[in-house]
């Protein structure tokens, strides 16, 4: 079960990763605007915002790359807190903003938290 929790939470990282870059350095080309639906101004006029989102998904990203290469139990505390934040995350954005944010963000989440807290 320990393989399967790490894979997830790498999973999960890689996921946060990705989001990083579509949001800092693709939001105005097409994965980006694909990605929000806006069109080329209102994908301008958001840019700023959508490099914040990144970066507090890259923070995500280090926090679980962290979990998994730190020794138990700062490990296992990491990736239990980091998975955490990203279910919350995607929680609130699934309400707040877009409900496919609870099958892309939320539920990774949730798998890899309950993986790794079974694997304990």
Known sequence: METTANVLVGLVAALH?????LEMF??????GRELSGFDAEMARA??????NQ??????????LVW???????TGFRAQVFFLAC?????????????????????????LALAAVLLAR
């Open 67 to 73: 979990g998994l290469i730190a020794a138990d139990p």
């Open 26 to 31: 693709l939001w105005e080309k097409r994965p």
């Open 86 to 110: 990203v279910l919350v995350a995607g929680v609130y954005g699934g309400i707040t903003a877009n409900r496919r944010i609870l099958l892309a963000q939320a539920l990774p989440g949730a």
């Open 54 to 63: 990144g970066l507090y998904n890259g923070f995500l990203s280090a926090g």
């Open 17 to 21: 990763a990705y989001i990083l870059v």
């Open 46 to 51: 958001t840019a700023p915002l959508a490099a």
